[in-house]
């Protein structure tokens, strides 16, 4: 009995990190596309952070933290200083706004690590998976 609840409990956690880890892929896609496609690739061409949802705003976050992405701070049009990519957007004045765009530098070798850390995170949680199943059909 509690051989089979163990079994049980570590498929569910298997498959809960798995979608945690695709959910957060996707978003970070969803947000590049989002990006590239209103043309934020060049600090001239920023998306304002007011524009993003919340979930977009942590996306670009993860991203600012692993160089994809920089949100900066624009003042009437021309561009300021670096934002660190925790930083509050509460209180700030109306004359200058927080913006994101994509590091196009970055993108291709982010691209390459993002796919294998899926494909080998995959290839784990396959292997977990089929380990739990001999248990559980050894039994």
Do not use: H, N, Y
Not at 57 to 72: K, P, Q, T, Y
Not at 80 to 85: G, M, S, T
Request: glycine content about 10%; overall charge positive.
């Amino acid at each position: 009995m509690t051989r089979g609840l163990f079994s049980a409990a570590a498929l569910i956690l298997i498959a809960l990190a798995c979608l945690s880890v695709i959910r957060k892929v996707e978003r970070e896609r969803r947000l590049l596309g989002k990006l590239r496609k209103r043309g934020a690739v060049e600090p001239g061409w920023a998306l304002p952070l007011d524009e993003l949802t919340e979930d977009e705003r942590d996306a670009a976050a993860s991203l600012a933290d692993s160089g994809v992405v920089e949100i900066g701070k624009q003042l009437g049009g021309a561009r300021d200083q670096r934002v660190p990519a925790g930083d509050s957007l509460a209180g700030r004045s109306v004359a200058s706004r927080s913006v994101v765009f994509i590091r196009t530098a970055a993108l291709r070798g982010f691209r390459q690590k993002r796919l294998r850390l899926v494909v080998m995170g995959g290839f784990g949680a396959l292997l977990l998976v089929m380990l739990v199943a001999l248990l559980i059909l050894r039994r």
